[in-house]
């Protein structure tokens, strides 16, 4: 029989000062001695959009090594799960804080960035972070591409010609296709078609 172990976790709901509202993520904040096996099984089984496993940083300067899964993968970096791990290590009280405002470094996927968690009278009243600067991938350009984009989409045809801007994959640590529509009632018409 395998040997069980017991591992504490922590969901916090990061953009919000409401339970149950806002993004939440997973924490697992002492993930030394894990396989990744067992990180992808483990976020498969917490099943939200990211769960975040704790190490002892590589990286001297660094806080925190952080490791990001989602359901079905390892991903490179993500903002709000960043957010509530270091909201969450704030008040497990494992980074030191001052009042005010505490500078510190997390170490991801992609290298080391910076954090601030902001404190008003003991208490952790917001976590900011900085990301790479953005990296511009190829854009889209031949137009049966930006056709298959807005059927995906459910968009008519205008609804993305038209609009002087190119489809632009953008990543500031995950790739994402950013989709200029020429009107606000196009994009609340948006029904996307996953097939």
């Not at 096996?37 to 099943?47: G, V």
């Not at 900011?128 to 990296?135: D, T, Y």
């Not at 990543?171 to 989709?179: A, C, F, H, R």
Request: hydrophobic share 45%; with cysteine; net charge negative.
């Amino acid at each position: 029989m395998a040997e069980q172990r017991t591992l504490k976790f922590y969901q916090a709901d990061v953009f919000t000062a409401q339970p149950f509202g806002g993004n939440p993520v997973a924490v697992f904040p002492e993930a030394d001695g894990l396989t990744d096996d067992e990180l992808q099984q483990i976020a498969r089984e917490m099943n939200l959009s990211e769960t975040v496993f704790v190490f002892q940083p590589t990286d001297p300067t660094a806080a925190a090594r952080l490791r990001i899964f989602t359901p079905t993968q390892e991903i490179p970096f993500a903002g709000h799960p960043v957010l509530g791990t270091f909201y969450v290590l704030a008040h497990l009280k494992r980074i030191a804080l001052n009042e005010g405002v505490t500078c510190l470094f997390q170490e991801c996927n992609i290298g080391v960035f910076p954090i601030e968690v902001h404190c008003e009278q003991a208490r952790v009243v917001r976590v900011v972070m900085s990301q790479p600067k953005p990296e511009f991938l190829d854009p889209i350009e031949t137009v049966d591409e930006v056709y298959s984009v807005g059927r995906a989409l459910g968009l008519p045809k205008p609804g993305v010609v038209e609009t002087n801007w190119e489809l632009q994959v953008v990543s500031t640590g995950l790739p994402v296709l950013i989709v200029p529509v020429r009107t606000l009632t196009a994009v609340r018409s948006i029904i996307p078609d996953a097939s």
